[in-house]
C-alpha cells in the first residue's frame, strides 16, 4: 500500500510538474460546486490538467488573474439566438419580414456577444421561423468559422395545429410559423423523426400555448401525444423540453416525461412537487417576462408590480419550497444577448441562494443537458474557464465584470 502511495504521489507531481500551455493564478476559484482559495488551474490543448492548491508548474503562458475569481464558463438554459428584443422589433415582424439570412448575421453578433459576457455553452430553443438557421450556426461556430457560445439546438420545436402565431390573418393568407405544426401519432413520430434528422440536439414542444378563452394559456397536446414525441426522441438519445406555463400543460408534460419545463407560471405546489420527485428541472425565465413587462409600460421599480410578476414571484417560491432543480436560462433574445446575468440576479433577487445560482449556472445545468465534460474545473473537463473581478457568492452581479473567457481551450477575452 505504502508503495502505491508513493507511484501515485510520483504520477500526480509528473502530470502537473510536466509542461502545460496556459497556468491561471486567480485568487480563488469556484469549481461549479465549492469556492476554494488560493488554487491555481492549468490547461494542455482543450482540457483542464490541474485545479487544486498552487504547486510549482512549468507552462508556455502565465496567466496573472488576481483580484478575480476563475469559475466554469455558464451555461445559459434558455435562449434563442435568431431574436432580437421586442422593444426593437416586436416577434411578429422579426418572423414575418426579417429574412434568414438577416437572422443569421444578427445571430452571429448575438453570439460573439454572450460569450464575451461569460456564456461559452447557449441551449437554444428554437429558430421561431427560422427553420433551421441554428443547427447551421452551430456548425458554423464547431468549425471556427465564427466566435461563439457552444450550441445545444431545437431547430423548429413542435406545436398543435392553430394555436401558434404570427396570427391575425384571413383564411386565405398563408404566413410562416414560429414553429412546427404536427397532429396525431403518426403526424408527430414523422415531424420528430424529420426535426432530430436535420441536427437537433433536443425535442421542443409547446405542451400549452395562449390559443384558449381570452387567450389564456391551455394544453395542446394529449398526455400520448406528448408521451409519442418523448419515445420517438428517446430512441435516437435525445430528450424533450416542454413550454408549459399552465397547470394542465405542465401535468401532461411531466405524466409524458419531459426533462425539463420552460415558463411554468401556472405552476402550483403540487406540481412542483411532483417534478421535483421525478428529477424535472423547471427554466422559470424570471428575466423574459420582466422585460416584457417593461415593454408594455411597467415602470420598474417606480410603479407597482404587474400581476404577472407578483404571480411570477409566488410560483418561483412553490418551485425553490419544493426543492426542483433551478436551470438558469432567461429567454435571452427577448432581452439584450451579453445581458445573461440578468436572470442570474433575479433569481436570488426572488429568492434563490446566491451559491445555488452559481450551481445551476455551472454544474447543474451541464448535469440536466447532459454535458458530461463541461461545468466544472476538473481534471480532464474541457477547458471551459471564465473569470470575473471580486467574488460572486459575495455579489452575484460581480458576473457582469467578465475579464477572462476561455473556451475549448483558446482564449477569447483577456482584459489587462
Not at 62 to 72: A, D, F, H, K, Q
Not at 116 to 135: F, N
Not at 145 to 168: D, F, H, M, N, Q
Not at 172 to 193: H, K, N, S, W, Y
Request: charged share 25%; hydrophobic share 40%.
Amino acid at each position: 500500500m505504502k508503495r502505491f502511495i508513493l507511484v501515485l504521489l510520483a504520477f500526480t507531481w509528473v502530470s502537473v510538474s510536466a509542461q502545460v500551455d496556459y497556468l491561471l493564478k486567480p485568487d480563488r476559484v469556484f469549481d461549479g460546486k465549492s469556492m476554494h482559495e488560493n488554487w491555481i488551474v492549468t490547461i494542455s490543448g482543450n482540457k483542464i490538467v490541474y485545479a487544486g492548491p498552487a504547486t510549482n508548474v512549468k507552462a508556455k503562458r502565465v496567466i496573472n488573474l488576481s483580484g478575480t475569481t476563475l469559475m466554469p464558463g455558464m451555461i445559459e438554459g434558455h435562449s434563442h439566438i435568431l431574436l432580437h428584443p421586442y422593444n426593437e422589433t416586436s416577434w411578429n415582424d422579426q418572423v414575418l419580414k426579417e429574412s434568414y439570412a438577416e437572422r443569421s448575421a444578427r445571430a452571429v453578433n448575438h453570439l460573439k456577444a454572450s460569450l464575451l459576457a461569460g456564456i461559452t455553452t447557449m441551449r437554444d430553443l428554437g429558430s421561431e421561423g427560422a427553420g433551421y438557421s441554428d443547427v447551421g450556426i452551430k456548425q458554423a461556430v464547431e468549425k471556427g468559422i465564427i466566435p461563439g457560445s457552444r450550441l445545444l439546438v431545437a431547430g423548429k420545436a413542435i406545436v398543435a395545429t392553430g394555436s401558434y402565431g404570427p396570427k391575425g390573418f384571413h383564411e386565405g393568407v398563408q404566413v410562416p410559423l414560429g414553429a412546427e405544426t404536427a397532429d396525431g401519432f403518426d403526424d408527430l413520430i414523422r415531424v420528430t423523426r424529420d426535426q432530430i434528422g436535420h441536427g437537433a440536439d433536443f425535442i421542443k414542444v409547446y405542451a400549452d400555448y395562449r390559443w384558449g378563452p381570452d387567450n389564456t394559456a391551455e394544453a395542446t397536446f394529449t398526455v400520448a401525444e406528448l408521451k409519442t414525441i418523448v419515445e420517438i426522441a428517446e430512441s435516437s438519445g435525445r430528450y424533450v423540453v416542454a413550454h408549459a406555463s399552465s397547470e394542465e400543460g405542465m401535468r401532461r408534460a411531466i405524466e409524458a416525461g419531459v426533462e425539463t419545463i420552460e415558463h411554468g407560471d401556472g405552476g402550483t405546489t403540487e406540481i412542483f412537487k411532483l417534478m421535483a420527485d421525478k428529477g424535472i428541472g423547471f427554466c422559470p425565465t424570471l428575466a423574459a417576462g420582466d422585460a416584457i413587462s417593461q415593454y408594455r409600460g411597467w415602470n420598474k421599480g417606480v410603479d407597482a408590480e404587474p400581476t404577472r410578476i407578483a404571480n411570477k414571484r409566488k410560483s418561483f417560491k412553490m418551485a425553490l419550497d419544493a426543492g426542483v432543480k433551478i436551470v438558469f436560462g432567461g429567454d435571452v433574445g427577448v432581452f439584450p444577448h451579453g445581458d445573461n446575468v440578468r436572470e442570474l440576479e433575479m433569481l436570488v433577487e426572488y429568492g434563490m441562494g446566491v451559491k445555488a445560482a452559481l450551481i445551476s449556472a455551472t454544474s447543474l445545468n451541464a448535469e440536466i443537458f447532459h454535458l458530461d465534460r463541461l461545468g466544472q474545473i476538473k481534471n480532464d473537463f474541457l477547458a471551459d474557464i471564465i473569470a470575473v473581478e471580486g467574488n460572486p457568492e459575495e455579489d452575484i452581479s460581480n458576473l457582469r465584470k467578465v475579464s477572462f473567457v476561455m473556451k475549448d481551450g483558446i482564449v477569447y477575452k483577456e482584459d489587462k
